[in-house]
């Protein structure tokens, strides 16, 4: 059954900015610690960034770093990407994802095992063009 929805992804050139959104179905996301995951063709899954329940913290994966940035609007049942600057290596599907708690910090989302992140979307294709 799906409970996370993402969208936004499309082509876009170098340079360009894009938001990525990801609507949640369950109330109960709204005290969970939320998250972007990224897969290129051929690469392991890498994390992105994730935040907290609150909006009190946040992490971001090495590429996302200064680019990136992760929001979240509880009220609106939707997480946000909001990506700057894109380059060609920012290729690939887009997934929003959850462990489903409130007391997984988000830095400790991005070691854990995509096994171990219990709620995911089916991506969104982020393609850009060099």
């Known amino acids: 059954q799906v409970q996370l929805v993402e969208s936004g992804g499309r082509l876009v050139q170098d340079g360009d900015s894009l938001k990525l959104s990801c609507v949640f179905a369950?109330?109960?996301?709204?005290?969970?610690?939320m998250a972007w995951f990224r897969q290129a063709p051929g690469q392991e899954r890498e994390f992105v960034a994730a935040?907290?329940?609150?909006?009190?913290?946040?992490h971001y994966g090495g590429s996302a770093k200064d680019r990136f940035s992760i929001t979240r609007d509880n009220a609106k049942n939707t997480v946000y990407l909001q990506m700057n600057n894109l380059k060609p290596a920012d290729t690939a599907v887009y997934y929003c994802?959850?462990?489903?708690?409130?007391?997984?910090?988000?830095?400790?989302?991005?070691?854990?095992?995509?096994?171990?992140?219990?709620?995911w979307g089916q991506g969104t294709q982020v393609t850009v063009s060099s």
């Open positions: 994802a959850s462990p489903g708690s409130r007391e997984t910090d988000p830095q400790v989302v991005a070691s854990m095992a995509v096994s171990s992140v219990d709620y």
């Open positions: 369950e109330r109960s996301f709204r005290f969970w610690t």
């Open positions: 935040i907290n329940w609150n909006s009190y913290t946040t």
